[in-house]
């Protein structure tokens, strides 16, 4: 079984402030995992991935993730902070070749001050 | 079009009634999946299909829910008796391979928002 846990569902910081959103997985076997963002009332949109290569993924709209595996996790940081970042953000799993569906996990919403 | 279609995008239901939800995967994308997303939730699989095949069902909360994709392409989940525990917002994804399980990217349509009153 594999599981996501995104600690801390509503996080709030400053335009131009860093922002870290935190992911850590439970998986039997090394996973590949994604963070998708979701804007009000749009689907879901894929921001980045691990799957095995580069530890440290870059993604879309300047926002990164590294791969821990001994701290099983997957966090999201972007080194300044936009207006256009407030959104929810989902951090999910996957197992290789096994698995076909995403588990994710209960989300972040990034909320952003002026 | 260029994305993963879903219609309608809001349904409201009288409790006891069925609804029929749509899903037009992009062109060509093998694999489908159904998730339901509750108020404030992240998304939970509900079923998964490649090509006409639905090779994994084991989401669907109850027999009230059902899902087909009878050409391989347009896919519909139906769900019987609503009640308002199905009160979600029901996502429709897509992708080029077998499965995400290769790493290969969802594609996600905007999710019809069901409302059971």
């Known amino acids: 079984a594999q599981s996501v846990t995104q600690l801390g569902s509503h996080v709030s910081v400053s335009e131009g402030a860093l922002v870290l959103l935190r992911c850590n997985y439970s998986?039997?076997?090394?996973?590949?995992l994604f963070w998708y963002v979701q804007y009000p009332n749009q689907g879901l949109q894929l921001l980045l991935k691990?799957?095995?290569?580069?530890?440290l993924v870059k993604g879309i709209n300047g926002f990164e993730a590294e791969f821990k595996k001994s701290e099983t996790s997957f966090h999201l940081t972007k080194p300044s902070a936009h207006m256009s970042d407030a959104a929810e953000y989902f951090c999910?799993?996957?197992?290789?070749?096994?698995?076909?569906?995403?588990?994710f996990g209960g989300g972040t919403r990034l909320m952003v001050k002026p | 079009g260029a994305g993963v279609s879903q219609s309608p995008r809001y349904k409201v239901a009288k409790r006891g009634q069925d609804v029929a939800l749509r899903c037009d995967p992009i062109?060509?994308?093998?694999?489908l999946f159904w998730y339901q997303q509750a108020l404030g939730q992240g998304p939970e699989f509900l079923t998964y299909?490649?090509?006409?095949?639905?090779?994994?069902k084991s989401g669907l909360p109850s027999d009230r829910f059902f899902a087909e994709r009878p050409e391989g392409s347009v896919s519909t989940l139906k769900i019987q008796r609503t009640q308002q525990e199905d009160s979600a917002v029901y996502l429709c994804?897509?992708?080029?391979?077998?499965?995400?399980?290769?790493?290969?990217?969802?594609?996600f349509g905007q999710g019809t928002r069901l409302t059971v009153v």
């Open positions: 994804a897509s992708t080029t391979s077998r499965g995400t399980s290769t790493g290969t990217e969802a594609f």
């Open positions: 998986s039997s076997v090394p996973p590949y």
């Open positions: 691990y799957t095995s290569a580069a530890t």
């Open positions: 999910a799993v996957t197992r290789p070749y096994a698995g076909n569906m995403l588990t």
């Open positions: 062109s060509g994308h093998v694999s």
């Open positions: 299909f490649q090509n006409e095949a639905q090779l994994d």
